[in-house]
């Protein structure tokens, strides 16, 4: 199969899965190989998400979403969360559904935790 972009996308996942088990160096060869081929077929998106080297994995999280965690993390409520960003509380639901998607938690408080489990806040 030809399918140069789907494989690189399975990398990442791959490179993912390497990083939450603690295997820095499958995980990092993982990433190199997917830029890689995103620089190649002009990617720009998909390389700029791929984790840098040191930082706190994300995830797979958008910079919104981390922004939602951290302030769910600190206890704030929906409401509160909605003000703060100038978003609409449906958008911060939504935000959490995908986050508790990503993260494989299914509330609030596990979400919390896994944020300061794994430093994400």
């Known amino acids: 199969l030809q399918v140069p972009y789907e494989a690189a996308r399975v990398r990442v996942l791959l490179g993912r ?56 993390a600190a206890g704030e409520s929906n409401r509160a969360i909605a003000a703060r960003l100038s978003i609409s509380e449906h958008t911060v639901a939504r935000h959490l559904s995908n986050i508790f998607n990503k993260l494989g938690v299914s509330s609030r408080t596990a979400a919390g935790a896994f944020a300061h489990t794994h430093r994400l806040v």
């Open 17 to 72: 899965a390497c990083q939450a088990l603690g295997d820095a160096d499958s995980s990092r060869r993982h990433f190199d190989a997917a830029a890689a081929v995103f620089e190649r077929l002009g990617a720009a998106p998909d390389r700029a998400a791929l984790p840098r080297p040191g930082a706190a994995p994300a995830y797979g999280l958008s910079g919104r979403e981390r922004a939602v965690l951290a302030l769910v």
